[in-house]
């Protein structure tokens, strides 16, 4: 697997950190688990290849609450860091931050769908969660709280804290991995729920992997998000 393809460039978006990278096109990747992986969960398999055929943008940085407020101007949360990123919101709360980005950008920002996620989240890497400590803020060196954006290595990508962190959410939810098509998989859509991806600050090394995924509830507190956009 080849590494991005960044023709035609980024695209920019309110705020700092606020470029979106473009993903490569053409591209298989095996998404979810094997049954080698020690740390599998059962809403991870079967695993299986899928390949992403079309090119598409997405975020090279969760986004921040500084983005956050410049495009919807409040926060859900008192921090005041703009560099940290946003969390403990709803997942409608992400919906809305891209419809009103949409409107200010004249760009179809949304959120990427969990074939995009985990397909950027890997970069080509299989193995791309096996050195957590170089690319990822978890419970062991988190210090109790997330961290400004891109202060750990990018993935080979160049996309920053997809693991770790924060919870990312997703624009579908895949109920069976068995059934989802080979090409291009979206799972149920719906404006109150989609997966949630990487892990967090709070998650132990085991939690903080490419394939991990919840559907997002109340009950979790909220999430964060990076953003995509369809390619041109």
């Not at 740390?39 to 921040?64: C, D, H, K, L, Q």
């Not at 931050?97 to 409107?103: D, L, T």
């Not at 993935?155 to 624009?171: K, P, Q, R, S, T």
Request: include cysteine; hydrophobic fraction near 35%; charge should be negative.
């Amino acid at each position: 697997m080849n590494g991005p393809e960044l023709a035609p460039g980024e695209r920019d978006l309110p705020g700092r950190h606020d470029s979106l990278s473009a993903a490569a096109q053409h591209d298989e990747f095996f998404m979810g688990s094997s049954d080698s992986d020690r740390e599998r969960a059962p809403n991870e398999m079967p695993g299986r290849r899928v390949r992403i055929s079309e090119a598409f943008y997405i975020g090279r940085f969760e986004t921040t609450r500084g983005q956050y407020r410049a495009v919807l101007g409040e926060l859900p949360c008192l921090a005041e860091d703009d560099g940290l990123p946003v969390s403990q919101i709803t997942y409608p709360d992400a919906l809305e931050f891209c419809r009103r980005a949409s409107v200010r950008t004249g760009v179809n920002v949304r959120l990427p769908t969990e074939a995009q996620w985990e397909y950027a989240c890997r970069a080509g890497n299989r193995h791309a969660d096996t050195d957590l400590a170089r690319v990822a803020w978890c419970s062991g060196d988190s210090r109790d709280g997330p961290h400004p954006v891109g202060q750990k290595e990018p993935n080979g990508f160049g996309l920053f804290d997809m693991l770790g962190n924060v919870w990312e959410y997703c624009a579908d939810f895949i109920d069976d991995y068995a059934t989802m098509p080979d090409v291009d998989p979206i799972g149920r859509v719906t404006p109150r729920h989609g997966a949630m991806r990487g892990g967090g600050w709070m998650n132990e090394p085991a939690e903080c992997r490419c394939a991990i995924r919840l559907i997002s509830e109340d009950m979790f507190g909220g999430g964060g998000f990076r953003v995509a956009a369809d390619g041109v």
